[in-house]
């Protein structure tokens, strides 16, 4: 079907019909809590605008610009996280960042449906480019095993005016817990391994870290 069995990582092993982790063994047999057997492909939008003063002024730390992030807080760890999700079977990654960030971070599932169109308008805008990617591969989930694993590809949709986010009220929906603008430093605490998509979109901003 349309099931994308590809990896990021490249080829990997299928040994009695069942796919092999290339990163090593995990200690847990089977598909576990995943979806699908083999890499299971997210998406996770990364979207950022500068912090700002009361005044509008851009926040400076020793002379670097200090970025926010879009959070949410995940019902299942209570850990923060990057408002990602699974690639459905048959949407392109680009889709699936636009559709996840709408469900989870902006509630668009909660919404009258007149607001919903404004926001999805206002979200495609947003996501009308193709974004910066910053990772590509596998991710150090939890839930991986020695025969299912997640892989996911991040991109950074970044609002540099801040004019775009103005007219967005963030709220919690579809799994997370609490949605909030979050200031971007090296003491960030995040889900499996998204500070290290955190940390690229410092690098790539040259902002605080």
């Keep these: 079907g349309k099931v994308n069995r590809v990896s990021h990582y490249g080829d990997y092993k299928v040994v009695d019909g069942m796919p092999v982790n290339p990163v090593g063994r995990t200690g847990i047999k089977g598909r576990g809590l995943l979806g699908k057997w083999g890499p299971n492909h997210a998406a996770d939008p990364v979207v950022t605008r500068w912090k ?49 960030f709408g469900e989870e971070a902006l509630a668009a599932l909660d919404m009258p449906k007149a607001e ?27 839930r991986n095993t020695d025969n299912a ?18 007219s967005f009220k963030l709220k919690a929906g579809d799994d997370a817990g609490a949605v909030s603008w979050i200031s971007i430093d090296h003491s960030i605490k995040l ?7 955190i940390e690229a979109v410092v690098k790539h901003h ?4």
């Design 116 to 142: 919903q169109e404004r926001v999805m308008k206002l979200t495609k805008q947003l996501f009308s480019g193709s974004g910066t990617t910053l990772y590509r591969g596998y991710v150090d989930d939890p």
């Design 206 to 209: 040259k902002a605080h870290w």
């Design 52 to 100: 700002r003063d009361e005044k509008g002024a851009p926040v400076k730390v020793s002379g670097k610009g200090v970025l926010e992030f879009v959070g949410i807080k995940r019902r299942d760890t209570g850990e923060w996280a990057i408002p990602g999700g699974m690639v459905d079977a048959g949407d392109s990654v680009s889709v699936t960042l636009r559709k996840e």
């Design 191 to 197: 889900y499996a391994n998204h500070r290290t998509f």
């Design 149 to 166: 694993w997640m892989e996911t590809v991040a991109v950074n949709f970044h609002d540099a005016s801040g004019d775009l986010f103005s």
